[in-house]
């Protein structure tokens, strides 16, 4: 039961977000070309003349969460000295990796790389060296590790720490406004305040949510078609929404501890059974060549690229690119950072950022060097020529070309469908079951959201990215996709300023009024439950 009273909607919240993506879902049934058109209008103006803000706070991020784990703070206990977790760590690992980015590494391990060696919309045009050469393909896996690793990943952790903290350890709401507390004082528990930065959170999510869902949506069909000659178009389309939304839904009617926990560990097992199939037939002698190279050639250009707003790199890179994941990653962050609060209990910070920073990051390093250091290998050498087929099927057409060259193939693919299905379920579980919390009225972090509103919600962001994907392609066929992430993104920024800010001002300067310390006592009991 709710330490606070009875769980009830909360209208203040649920009305208005509600209303905004169902006036978005009406109209793209109706004008979906207008729909398109103001999420990239909204693309271009964020992503150009805020790229300085969205660069400085992901560097910002970036730092905090490195001081935190390294200094004192690191050794505060969420939920006080005596809290215990309620998750093993492989468990805590596997909802964390496969509840937020995975799709993504997924979807572009295979594609992104390709796409930046072979110059295909532009992306090395400001380089000195020339596409499908050696240098290229350095340049490929070091901007893959740039956009993949401690930088985005620590853009949710720095939210989920917050929340976590604030909750467990200051006793504060369980709620994305009590993080920026420390920043605007008792102005945070003014409902107004409250319910504005959460349909700000909500809109965030489902915009963020929707074109994952979408990108997800567009990678399937292309790889349905790719292997069994069944053609992409909306009836595939809506099929695979159809499968994807009723297996999420079904998940988080299942509730935490059982939906989101057993999907997570299906998928994270795939993951590691693929990273060692590629290591037992690709290049390895290569892959480790190339990665050790593009690690030292991505930190020789760390600060550029973590500073360039695109006046270096150019729009094809750095805003089509490395603005778009960060909108994304910012997006995400508020709801995220609710979920990795919620099973993160008894965890220390220091602990909490290996889980939810140090090792996503170094998964990202490793999937993006075998699986982007294979396809590269393959295309130097004229083994296969995944350019031509993402030249001509889009960005996302890649991944399928590639795993058709390999070994068991024919078992290899279908089992890449299905983890695609179960990392979007996953992540659209954990979501879906987050923005659900925040819709509702006196709830913390250990119960669950309202059966009714998982449903509501799963089912509106469903019809989002369907629209989306239907009649948003554009150049490299999930344009529409990305317009919709970055709307989410933008959401979000100014609300992401605060929660650093705050995070800043309790760990770093401890000018917030109160000192950073564990309680003696944890706030709620708790035991380690497989």
Known sequence: MSVNGKKSLNVGVFAPAFAIVLIAVAVGLINNELLVNVAKNIFYFSLSDFAWLYQLLAVLALGVVGYIF????????????NAKPKFSMASNFAMALTGGIA???????????????GNIYGEIGNQSFSANSAEAAIFAIARSFHNWSFIPYAIYSIVGLMIGYMHYNRKQAFSIASTISPVIGSKERKPVVRSLIDIISVLAIALGLASSLGAGLALISSGIEAEYGIQSNPITWLVLTLIIAAIFITSALSGLKRGIKFLSSINAYIFYAFVVILLLVGPV?????LSVTSLGYWLDNFFLWAFDTKESGGEALVTWWTMYDWSIWIAYAPLMGLFLARIS???????????????????GIVWFAIWGGSALKWQLDGTLDLVKVVSENGAVSGLW????????????????IFTLIISFATAADSMSSTIATICTKNINAEEESPKAQKVIWGVSISVIAYIMVAFGGGAQGVDGIKYLAAAGGFTVLFLFVLIVASSIRVFITKKDGERVEQPDSALLPGGVHE
């Open 70 to 81: 390294f200094s004192k703070a690191g050794d505060i206990r969420l939920g006080g000295a």
């Open 345 to 363: 209990y008894g965890r220390t910070l220091r602990e909490f950022l290996i889980i939810n920073w140090i090792l996503p990051s170094v998964f």
């Open 285 to 289: 002698s290569y892959i480790l060549s």
């Open 401 to 416: 070309g590639f795993l058709q060259h390999l070994p068991f193939s024919t078992v290899l693919v279908p089992l890449a």
């Open 103 to 117: 799709t993504g590494v997924v979807t572009y391990s295979v594609n992104e790389p390709i796409i930046y060696m």
